[in-house]
């Protein structure tokens, strides 16, 4: 299983970022995927999951109305995008799968992790 | 949300040391807890899950014990691969899942 993150990001207060995260040797559509961020020097903080077999999404409501979660299922793809960024955004996001399979209820825990992306907000 | 607070936040031991690291959940969370360790630079690592259950590839000197509102990560026998930062998961109210603020084992 590898789950493979597009690179480092700079962005502007105010602009928007569109992360990816390619799976493969597993079949994307049976497990949940999920998004963490990590804060320098900081703990992890889960953003919000997409059952790419469905499209279904749930964010925490941190992030509600700033964050979407996509999926391309034809290459396998997810995609976290986050509007109006604020320099507390700077973090390195994390694209994660959960652990169960079947694409029908999620357990939250996360057995495979991308490498990550670092998105620094910065004027 | 449910609260996890991780004692101690850092921790110094050497290798061949026995160490336990707890977290402490704001209120009773069944068996739902799970704990990762992060090096730096890294992205976390999935050691245990359902407070016990050791993830495939995971060396048997790792294991978790605890319920309700008390669990206990223990890792017996050090090896120089162990110094790293270990954060626990509640996923019994979820969402949203929730971390505790990490330990960083040296």
């Known amino acids: 299983v590898q789950l493979v993150q597009s690179g480092a990001e700079v962005r502007k207060p105010g602009a928007s970022v569109k992360l990816s995260c390619k799976a493969s040797?597993?079949?994307?559509?049976?497990?949940?995927v999920h998004w963490v961020r990590q804060a320098p020097g900081q703990g992890l903080e889960w953003m919000g999951w997409?059952?790419?077999?469905?499209?279904?999404?749930n964010y925490t409501q941190m992030f509600e109305g700033r964050v979407t979660l996509t999926t391309d299922t034809s290459i396998n793809t997810a995609y976290m995008e986050l509007s109006s960024l604020t320099f507390d955004d700077t973090a390195v996001y994390f694209c994660?799968?959960?652990?169960?399979?079947?694409?029908?209820?999620?357990?939250?825990?996360?057995?495979?992790w991308g490498q990550g992306s670092l998105v620094i907000v910065s004027s | 949300d449910i609260q996890l607070t991780q004692s101690p936040s850092s921790l110094s031991a050497s290798v061949g040391d026995r160490v336990t690291i707890t977290c402490r959940a704001s209120?009773?969370?069944?068996?739902?807890l799970n704990w990762y360790q992060q090096h730096p630079g890294k992205a976390p690592k999935l050691l245990i899950y359902?407070?016990?259950n050791l993830q495939s590839g995971v060396p048997s000197r790792f294991s978790g014990s605890g319920s309700g509102t008390d669990f206990t990560l223990t890792i017996s026998n050090l090896q120089p691969e162990d110094f790293a930062t270990y954060y626990c998961?509640?996923?019994?109210?979820?969402?949203?899942?929730?971390f505790g603020q990490g330990t960083r084992l040296e």
């Open positions: 994660t799968r959960d652990r169960v399979w079947g694409g029908v209820v999620t357990s939250f825990d996360f057995d495979f």
């Open positions: 040797e597993y079949t994307f559509s049976a497990y949940f």
């Open positions: 997409i059952n790419p077999k469905s499209g279904a999404t």
């Open positions: 209120q009773p969370i069944s068996r739902f």
């Open positions: 359902v407070t016990s």
């Open positions: 998961q509640q996923t019994y109210n979820s969402p949203p899942t929730t």
